[in-house]
């Protein structure tokens, strides 16, 4: 079993910066795909950024490319999502979730093994 924690959501004006964290369990972390994938009221979850095992690799969704960046720390088992110059529609549960089977990944949830409870961030205008 994989345990996925996120941590570091809260409320931040437009423009302003916050960096998730997601803290895993896992024998071989290094060898997961981790995505943050974010859900607000009334929408579906959808893809925000994925890295992959050893993370030289990053993807990315059009509407955060150039404002978040997701890297990881394999000593650590953690994941983060820097997330700068955020918008009101930025605001969402973000997840955090584990891809046991993949080198690449994917953009879809579905795809994913493992997830974490979500963490709020909350953009005010």
């Known amino acids: 079993q994989v345990q996925l924690l996120e941590s570091g959501g809260g409320l931040v004006q437009a423009g302003g910066s916050l960096r998730l964290s997601c803290a895993a369990s896992g024998r071989t972390f290094g060898s997961y795909v981790m995505g943050w994938f974010r859900q607000a009221p009334g929408k579906e979850r959808e893809f925000v950024a994925r890295?992959?095992?050893?993370?030289?690799?990053?993807y990315y969704a059009d509407s955060v490319k150039g404002r978040f960046t997701i890297s990881r720390d394999n000593a650590k088992k953690t994941i983060y999502l820097q997330m700068n110059s955020l918008k009101p529609e930025d605001t969402a549960i973000y997840y955090c979730a584990a891809d046991l089977g993949a080198i690449s990944g994917s953009r879809y949830p579905s795809n994913y093994d493992y997830w974490g409870q979500g963490t709020q961030v909350t953009v005010s205008s």
């Open positions: 890295i992959t095992g050893s993370g030289t690799t990053q």
